[in-house]
């Protein structure tokens, strides 16, 4: 198949939906495949695929790149992707123990608003708190890594959330809001 007459938007359609049915994060992918998370998402949007990264993806998983392109890997069974994938894993540097690991969070994985809400729920939002401290808290109770600007991403969509200007120059610290207020607004 020439990769020039590949949809690059289908491929990240079909990569997302592969990705979703097996039950990875972006972050457990990329942890998996060596490709990070931002460079997954783009592929998935369609945006920015390289197609080396693609088709390194695509051999992790052990299928190609044709098959992802044509979906034909629909009649592959979720324990089959799993076998070319422990196949795959003996080749990088990952061990056995972290790939279990990865394959257990994947079948509790919830996204990132999903964790600000349990961290708000919690209580642990209840002050104000930069970003790289719900990260690390988000890491500590839950045991997921998430990107900064994602968490950044899910407190700014969530509406019991106000945002006020942090100690820091440049960053701002978020707390739960008791009534549904308006955001305040950055001053400086």
């Known amino acids: 198949m020439a990769k020039k007459t590949l949809d690059r938007k289908q491929l990240g359609q079909h990569l997302q939906e592969l990705r979703v049915r097996l039950g990875y994060s972006?972050?457990?992918?990329?942890?998996?495949?060596?490709?990070?998370?931002?460079?997954?998402?783009?592929?998935?949007?369609?945006?920015q695929i390289t197609l080396n990264k693609l088709e390194l993806v695509c051999r992790v998983l052990g299928i190609t790149l044709e098959e992802l392109s044509k979906k034909s890997y629909i009649n592959i069974?979720?324990?089959?992707?799993?076998?070319?994938?422990?196949?795959?894993?003996?080749?990088?540097?990952?061990?056995?123990?972290?790939?279990?690991t990865i394959n257990e969070k994947a079948?509790?994985?919830?996204?990132?608003?999903?964790?600000?809400?349990?961290s708000i729920e919690d209580g642990y939002l209840n002050q104000y708190r930069e970003?790289?401290?719900?990260q690390e808290h988000i890491q500590s109770k839950y045991d997921t890594r998430i990107v900064s600007s994602i968490i950044t991403n899910a407190l700014k969509r969530n509406k019991q959330i106000v945002y006020a200007p942090s100690e820091r120059t440049n960053y701002l610290k978020y707390k739960s809001a008791k009534e549904k207020t308006a955001r305040k607004k950055r001053t400086e």
């Open 107 to 118: 079948q509790k994985f919830h996204g990132p608003s999903y964790l600000v809400k349990m």
């Open 77 to 100: 069974s979720t324990e089959q992707f799993h076998a070319n994938i422990k196949k795959q894993i003996r080749k990088l540097p990952l061990s056995s123990a972290a790939y279990k």
């Open 131 to 134: 970003v790289r401290e719900v």
């Open 26 to 47: 972006l972050v457990s992918l990329s942890s998996i495949t060596g490709v990070s998370p931002a460079t997954i998402s783009r592929m998935e949007n369609g945006s």
